[in-house]
């Protein structure tokens, strides 16, 4: 069945530091890719997303691109924030019967220390 | 977008007994759905609510443990009955909205004593 795999963390980086947080994805058909980000106590917010391949989304200085060929969608940020602590869901949008299906990652939880 | 109020945002219940969540949206939505976050997991899809209808739950959740209603298009509930520690969750409501995106609620944080 579709699914999403992240890399495992939790990540520590220093502040300024450069992120990449590992994503790839097994779909049927064309799925469209999200990053979800949660702050502690808080719900899901949507960070950025793609709807088809060679497509980049972008948002607060995170970025990760729809590589179909690699089936990857890679989140990045060139200099990371000590707000940016949270964890970070890797998700896919795929078509089941009637109605269009979220699935998750795992999670990656991320801590940016001063 | 949408903007979606959940009720409670947590709370601490006795085992054996029932919560109901309420999910409140400010527009309009055909499919609402309902998620569990274990803690420390991710995401699991428990049942998609749609008006007018009965809920549709995904494997390993069943009506009787998570009766859901839909009585119109702004609002959903999820009751949770006879908790256990095992139930104790945050749980999510969302909804869709254009063309790909999927919008959450600040979820409810259930502890299960």
């Known amino acids: 069945g579709d699914s999403v795999t992240q890399m495992e963390g939790p990540v520590t980086l220093s502040e300024e530091a450069f992120l990449t947080i590992n994503c790839t994805y097994t779909?049927?058909?064309?799925?469209?890719l999200f990053w979800y980000v949660q702050y502690p106590g808080e719900g899901l917010q949507l960070l950025l997303k793609?709807?088809?391949?060679?497509d980049k989304g972008s948002n607060k200085g995170f970025e990760a691109t729809y590589r179909k060929e690699t089936t990857s969608f890679h989140l990045e940020k060139g200099s990371v924030q000590v707000s940016d602590s949270a964890v970070y869901f890797c998700?896919?949008?795929?078509?089941?019967?009637?109605?269009?299906?979220?699935?998750f990652g795992p999670g990656t939880s991320l801590s940016v220390i001063p | 977008s949408a903007v979606i109020s959940q009720k409670p945002s947590r709370d601490i219940c006795q085992r054996g007994t029932s919560l109901t969540i309420q999910c409140q949206v400010d527009?309009?939505?055909?499919?609402m759905f309902w998620y569990r976050q274990q803690p420390g997991q991710s995401l699991t899809l428990i049942a998609t609510?749609?008006?007018?209808?009965?809920?549709?739950?995904e494997s390993g959740f069943v009506i009787d443990k998570f009766p859901i209603s839909r009585p119109n298009l702004t609002f959903s509930t999820l009751t949770v009955s006879n908790m256990s520690p095992e139930d104790s969750s945050i749980y999510l409501c969302?909804?869709?909205?254009?063309?790909?995106?999927?919008?959450f609620g600040q979820g409810t944080r259930l502890t299960v004593v």
């Open positions: 779909a049927t058909g064309y799925p469209s």
């Open positions: 793609a709807t088809k391949a060679d």
């Open positions: 527009s309009q939505v055909t499919m």
């Open positions: 969302s909804v869709e909205s254009g063309v790909s995106e999927a919008f």
């Open positions: 609510a749609n008006q007018g209808s009965e809920a549709t739950y």
């Open positions: 998700a896919l949008r795929t078509q089941k019967t009637s109605y269009d299906k979220v699935i």
